[in-house]
């Protein structure tokens, strides 16, 4: 229930929760527990990219894709959109000097290619 000492308990449960509907195969539900996830907390947003490939990668869940995509971002696009277009939150987030951190996670996969 805690994670390296942030409030992260609240969207953490609802990422869980969303993963819950990604397996029941609900993708309205999911995709709204997403959104809600990432307006909790912005930094769980990374974690739409990953659900959305899974559900286009996999051919039984290719046609749940759209309804994902469009449940996110109706709820997303509603709580957070209006004050990230403010010039005081974009420099506060993609200003950040944390922001550099996202790229340590990485899996070389020969001389110059990496995964991140």
Aim: glycine residues 8%; positive net charge.
């Amino acid at each position: 229930a805690y994670w390296h000492g942030q409030s992260d308990l609240i969207p953490l449960a609802l990422l869980v929760w969303a993963l819950v509907a990604v397996r029941g195969r609900d993708p309205m539900a999911a995709g709204v527990l997403l959104g809600l996830t990432a307006a909790a907390k912005i930094s769980f947003a990374l974690v739409i990219p990953v659900i959305a490939i899974y559900f286009w990668r996999n051919r039984r869940l290719r046609s749940l894709f759209r309804p994902l995509v469009l449940a996110t971002l109706a709820v997303l696009v509603p709580l957070q959109g209006g004050h990230l277009l403010l010039p005081g939150a974009s420099s506060m987030l993609l200003g950040n000097p944390e922001i550099g951190k996202l790229y340590l996670l990485r899996i070389p996969i020969g001389t110059d290619l990496h995964v991140y």
